[in-house]
């Protein structure tokens, strides 16, 4: 799946973390694959170890 790295981007900028938060990674709150959209509305830090136990449960 491709993503919108200008949503990606302008997410970034929003949380007050254009360079990436460092420990985290932009989780959808709403997956893709589950007709999530790609928008900043749809992101949201999320802690790697977290992500990794959404990404199996879903």
Do not use: S
């Not at 007709?35 to 900043?40: I, L, R, S």
């Not at 170890?49 to 449960?57: G, L, N």
């Amino acid at each position: 799946m491709v993503r919108n790295k200008a949503a990606v981007y302008q997410f970034k900028k929003q949380t007050g973390y254009p360079n990436g938060r460092p420990g985290y990674v932009i989780d959808h709150i709403v997956p893709l694959k589950k007709g999530g959209c790609d928008c900043p509305e749809n992101m949201q830090w999320q802690t790697i170890k977290e992500a990794k136990a959404k990404d199996a449960w879903e």
